[in-house]
T-cell receptor
């Protein structure tokens, strides 16, 4: 157990639907990062939050949004889902700036 | 902008032989460098990091990596490969002067250790 908790582990939904992925960071970590991993595009950075504020944005689609709550958990909202959104979505957290990230086990999203 | 290149999509090595997984990076300042491993259907696991000091960094599971500033490389090595080392390996970099700048990951190298 890495200390980063992601739910659900698996999600199957239809095109056009909306889903919410949840992440609880490791205790004490203020930064949360979201990544998308698909077979043909590797690990793509989506967005970063630090202590409730958006800190950096990557290749995140307008149909996707995220937030970090006062208790530091984060949610990634994916709407108007398309088949191409099927992927593994990882959350990671970090504490001190000279450490790497601690990753959760991911949410596998399948859009049918 | 910072970037990482892993030039090999896949590396095949016989069990017991030494292995090398290559990584080069580009940052405007001095780097923090990382290696992660991903087993099938699992999240990424931290292997090792270079922050400062000795250029040879030792990490988990017998892996090590050598920081070479002149060649901007951070290759991952292991003296004797195990079948259980077969996985996807990611190199990552962050500019230490970048404040809260995110870590940039390479595209990953699949390591296949052949029995």
């Amino acid at each position: 157990d890495s200390g980063v908790t992601q739910t659900p582990k698996h999600l199957i939904t239809a095109t056009g639907q909306r889903v919410t992925l949840r992440c609880s960071p490791r205790s004490g970590d203020l930064s949360v990062y979201w990544y998308q991993q698909s077979l043909d595009q590797g690990l793509q950075f989506l967005i970063q939050y630090y202590n409730g504020e958006e800190r950096a944005k990557g290749n995140i689609l307008e149909r996707f949004s995220a937030q970090q709550f006062p208790d530091l958990h984060s949610e990634l909202n994916l709407s108007s889902l398309e088949l191409g959104d099927s992927a593994l979505y990882f959350c990671a957290s970090s504490g001190r700036e000279d450490y790497g990230y601690t990753f959760g086990s991911g949410t596998r999203l399948t859009v049918v | 902008a910072q970037s990482v290149a892993q030039p090999e999509d896949q590396v095949n090595v016989a069990e017991g032989n030494p292995l090398t997984v290559k990584c080069t990076y580009s940052v405007s300042g001095n780097p923090y460098l990382f290696w992660y491993v991903q087993y099938p259907n699992r999240g990424l696991q931290f292997l090792l990091k270079y922050i400062t000091g000795d250029n040879l960094v030792k990490g988990s599971y017998g892996f090590e990596a050598e920081f070479n500033k002149s060649q901007t490389s951070f290759h991952l090595k292991k003296p004797s490969a195990l079948v259980s080392d077969s996985a996807l390996y990611f190199c990552a970099v962050r500019d230490r002067n970048g404040g809260y700048q995110k870590v940039t990951f390479g595209t990953g190298t699949k390591l296949q250790v052949i029995p």
